[in-house]
């Protein structure tokens, strides 16, 4: 297969070929090079002998460490008890982590403050306490519980993965539940961990939402990018701040990309339902993990029963009165238009990374075309930067070359931060189509482009509608890549939510999540029925075609 032979490929492959590597040069590679310059040697100095920002070093490197390690077991848990234990409502519950994947990040952390913040539901009302879990403690729940669902898909996917007849040869040996676990489950469940542990360490450093809401004055770096340009105006601390931050990611990303090629996870939002079998592990065992699932479960769904609740109160933990005023508020004015530019920016840019990733996959992975490996590097490389210097790094190059359209920029930021994912799934459903139906086209006098289009993309379009829905999630909610992009005409649902939190205003804060959510599970269901019926029409198109061949 050779991309510039013309005599068996079309010009539009060799067009797209040039598109994808002008998108990643000026996309990703430009900015990163003109934020890398805008520090000075000085701001170097500055960042690396001040004991803030050390103190923010050491509190970003134990908060990662504790929060990823925290979110793995209990994902691990979770899925261990899924897939092992006889749990009742267990399809039920399996959903509760999916479910809770697919809201926007940011609700966790306003929920949290609506719990067990210092007029939290559980602290003031119910137990009448004057405690504040700001800073590492509540930072530490918030991202446990915003990230254990990432941890949960992996090791689902893992533990349905081992052979059962193993586990089965042990017991019949005399094994019991606990040593086959030691010996056998956990062992073949490392990969899964290992790999979740690296994806969640790399999310969680460049997490942005949870402690600008929940940190207090726990220092972080995401959060000092952020604030030593909003505050002092100093691009190049911002700089150094995320350059320092992007070192220990790019080592995460490089091993967890590393697992991944190995042990790779077939990670799917929005296929269908999963099987599990109605296994056992004892009474104990099943009780415990019942209670587990069920505790973790509650965790989630108060976070939707705060959010809720909050909209609909006057004043949260004060005046109790049910008020429609929130809502009302929220669904007029800048906030209205501020919900219209999430889920518009959104789509558009979920859309744009979807077809950049099928695109960039193809070419990558079923040609054999210059540059294939450059290609797959930049199309996985946003996930190593965090989101703050990735904002920074479009606006410093947006300020290089005069160009101040937000509308654009932001839409930008949003398709390169969720670009990776996309392209993983999407690079996971052509791996399962034989090379064979690129030949048999060829053969038949296709091009690559044609196959591409004709074959290729339509029996991948369950992966890719994940890769799409996955993009929307995360950029209908996304914060930190855009915080820096956004202006007073191109408001955004999640930068509103932030800063109505930051003042107080409790109920209309929850208001704006609650419709933001509502929407993004609305869009959700709308674009399942449409998967569906598409699918449900190629299959009978194409029994058609086979009974009048026959």
């Known amino acids: 297969m050779k991309l510039f032979d013309f005599r068996k490929n079309s010009r539009s492959l060799l067009t797209l070929w040039v598109i994808l590597i002008a998108f ?51 994902g691990y848990i979770f899925a261990y008890a899924i897939t092992k234990a006889k749990i009742p409502g267990k399809k039920f519950f399996a959903a509760i982590p999916l479910i809770h994947l697919m809201t926007p990040p940011f609700v966790g952390g306003l929920a949290f403050i609506l719990l067990i913040g210092r007029q939290g539901f559980i602290t003031k009302t119910i137990f009448g306490l004057d405690i504040s879990l700001y800073g590492f403690p509540g930072l530490l729940i918030a991202q446990t519980l915003c990230f254990f669902p990432l941890s949960y898909l992996i090791c689902l996917q893992n533990l349905l993965g081992i052979n059962q007849n193993l586990e089965q040869a042990a017991r019949s040996m005399g094994a019991n539940n606990l040593k086959v676990f030691l010996t056998i489950t956990l062992p073949l469940s490392l990969p899964g961990i290992i790999s979740s542990f690296l994806f969640i360490a790399v999310n969680v450093l460049s997490d942005f939402g949870n402690p600008l809401i929940v940190a207090g004055r726990f220092r972080v770096l995401a959060v000092e990018i952020y604030t030593q340009l909003t505050g002092w105006l100093n691009t190049g601390k911002s700089a150094v701040l995320g350059i320092t931050l992007i070192i220990p990611s790019v080592i995460l990303f490089l091993l967890q990309n590393s697992m991944f090629k190995k042990h790779s996870s077939k990670i799917a939002v929005g296929n269908g339902a999963l099987s599990f079998k109605d296994s056992s592990i004892g009474k104990i065992g099943d009780a415990l993990l019942t209670a587990f699932v069920y505790f973790i479960s509650l965790c989630v769904v108060l976070q939707f029963v705060a959010i809720i609740i909050g909209s609909f109160q006057k004043l949260w933990g004060i005046n109790l009165e049910p008020t429609l005023s929130h809502i009302k508020d929220v669904l007029s004015g800048r906030y209205s238009k501020a919900l219209g530019n999430s889920i518009l920016f959104a789509i558009i840019s979920a859309l744009i990374s979807t077809l950049i990733a099928s695109f960039t996959s193809y070419i990558v992975h079923r040609t054999d075309s210059p540059l294939r490996k450059t290609l797959d590097s930049f199309a996985q490389l946003p996930s190593a930067i965090p989101g703050t210097l990735l904002g920074l790094s479009i606006l410093t190059a947006a300020e290089k070359i005069h160009f101040e359209n937000s509308t654009f920029l932001i839409v930008l930021a949003m398709t390169i931060a969720f670009l990776p994912f996309s392209y993983r799934i999407v690079t996971q459903s052509y791996s399962l189509l034989k090379p064979t139906l690129d030949d048999g086209a060829r053969s038949l006098g296709a091009n690559q482009f044609y196959t591409f289009t004709s074959i290729i ?49 409790w109920g209309k804060s929850a208001s704006l999540a609650l419709i933001l959510t509502i929407i993004t599970f609305s869009v959700l269901a709308f674009g399942t029925l449409i998967l569906k019926a598409f699918l449900k029409n190629n299959t009978v198109s194409g029994e058609q075609n086979a009974a009048a061949r026959t």
Do not use: H, W
């Open 457 to 505: 993309f339509p029996l991948s379009i369950g992966g890719i509608f994940s890769g799409f829905i996955y993009a929307f999630i995360r950029g209908a909610g996304t914060l930190s890549a855009v915080i820096f992009l956004v202006s007073f005409n191109t408001p955004l649902a999640s930068i509103s939510i932030v800063n109505l939190a930051e003042q107080g205003d």
């Open 24 to 74: 990643f040069t000026l996309g990703i590679g430009f900015p990163l090079v003109c934020v890398l310059f805008s520090a000075k040697p000085e701001d170097f100095k500055f960042i690396f002998t001040s004991e803030i920002f050390k103190e923010a070093m050491r509190n970003t490197f134990f908060e990662c460490l504790a929060s990823s390690s925290s979110a793995v077991l209990i």
